[in-house]
């Protein structure tokens, strides 16, 4: 980490806190990945022209609000036949788009960040979220173990990010994500049920009326 990756903060103290622990084996690292929006950006923006935005249906046949795409060797896929990764994209018949060096870089330095070093990511689920859209509790548990964390990237508008115990009925926190904001849970907190709130209308300078999250998995 260098002082660097800072440059993009607003002025605080050089001791002020940017890691907020959660629980056991979660933690939000504050605005880790604002120096590299825009090349992320840049490459999501690449990544969907490959592999477009999409309405997943769940398994249950309702239409997820939150706007999807994938890149890596794997991508989430739901589905009337229900969860799953999948190494080709349903919409193009091809392989999903390849990781971008960025997104590969930026997880693995939130991981270590967050004590979970090593981590080698093979497949990144890309949300949109646009004013009024959600995301349900849920925990993610597609992935073939659960020994590597999740690292969740925040992009653009605000979000208020639900992060609750390993029951759904556990009331969750709730904390506000911000553009640039990391959140990292593994260990101990690997299946923790987690969502989004509505998201609230906004207009910000890179992303105007839109959130965008990076989810990265070890998938398989
Ligand atoms: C997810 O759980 O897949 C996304 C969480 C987020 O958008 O912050
Ligand atoms: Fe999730």
Request: with cysteine; charged share 20%; net charge neutral.
């Amino acid at each position: 980490m260098t002082f660097d990756l800072f440059d993009d903060l607003p002025p605080s103290g050089p001791d002020l806190p940017t890691t907020e622990p959660l629980a056991d084996g979660a933690m939000v690292l504050r605005g880790i990945a604002r120096p590299e929006a825009g090349v992320l950006l840049a490459d999501v923006q690449a990544i969907t022209t490959a592999a477009p935005w999409r309405h997943m249906i769940t398994p249950g046949g309702l239409k997820m609000s939150v706007a999807m795409t994938n890149c890596g060797d794997a991508g989430w896929v739901s589905d009337a036949r229900g969860y799953r990764y999948d190494p080709i994209d349903p919409l193009s018949g091809k392989p999903w788009p390849e990781m971008p060096a960025s997104f590969r870089q930026l997880a693995t330095t939130a991981a270590a960040q967050a004590g979970f070093a090593g981590f080698e990511p093979d497949a990144c689920l890309i949300n949109r979220y646009e004013p009024g859209t959600r995301l349900s509790l849920h925990q993610d548990r597609d992935e073939r173990d659960f020994d590597a964390p999740i690292v969740s990237v925040s992009l653009g508008l605000p979000a208020i990010f639900l992060f609750g115990g390993m029951r759904r009925a556990d009331r969750p926190q709730r904390l506000r994500l911000a553009h640039g904001d990391v959140v990292v849970w593994g260990g101990p907190s690997r299946l923790a049920y987690h969502g989004v709130a509505p998201l609230a209308d906004g207009d910000h300078p890179l992303l105007g009326r839109l959130r965008i999250n990076l989810t990265f998995r070890k998938a398989r």
